[in-house]
Nanobody, 125 residues
Framework: QVQLVESGGGLVQPGGSLRLSCVDS????????MGWWREAPGKERELVAS???????YYGDFVQGRFTVSRDNARKMVWLQMTNLRPEDTAVYYC???????????????????WGQGTQVTVAS
């Protein structure tokens, strides 16, 4: 089983930074692709960033160099460091993970089977 638990959301002013964390507390020994998706009111859930077990990262086009995804395979953790946050980054951010290790970038950009409960990020002054 994979059980993802996020932390680190909150309220931040425009231009500020936040770091989201996610840990898998389940029984699976190792994970494949991990990452972050977000869903804003009235919008579809979209990829923020994903990262393979080998460390290859993928980002949504809107990231524009502002966010960095990283992971620790042994601890089954993934982080999202967000800087220069904008009001349009306001959303619920979801940790996402799978067991399969994908070679194709197209598959690493797709949602994996397991989701966390989500953490709210609000960017406002």
């Amino acid at each position: 089983q994979v059980q993802l638990v996020e932390s680190g959301g909150g309220l931040v002013q425009p231009g500020g930074s936040l770091r989201l964390s996610c840990v898998d507390s389940g029984t699976i020994l190792s994970l494949g692709t991990m990452g972050w998706w977000r869903e804003a009111p009235g919008k579809e859930r979209e990829l923020v960033a994903s990262i393979t077990s080998g460390g290859t990262a993928y980002y949504g086009d809107f990231v524009q160099g502002r966010f960095t995804v990283s992971r620790d395979n042994a601890r089954k953790m993934v982080w999202l460091q967000m800087t220069n946050l904008r009001p349009e980054d306001t959303a619920v951010y979801y940790c996402n993970a799978g067991i399969t290790r994908h070679a194709a970038s197209s598959l690493n950009r797709k949602p994996q089977p397991y989701w966390g409960q989500g953490t709210q990020v609000t960017v406002a002054s």
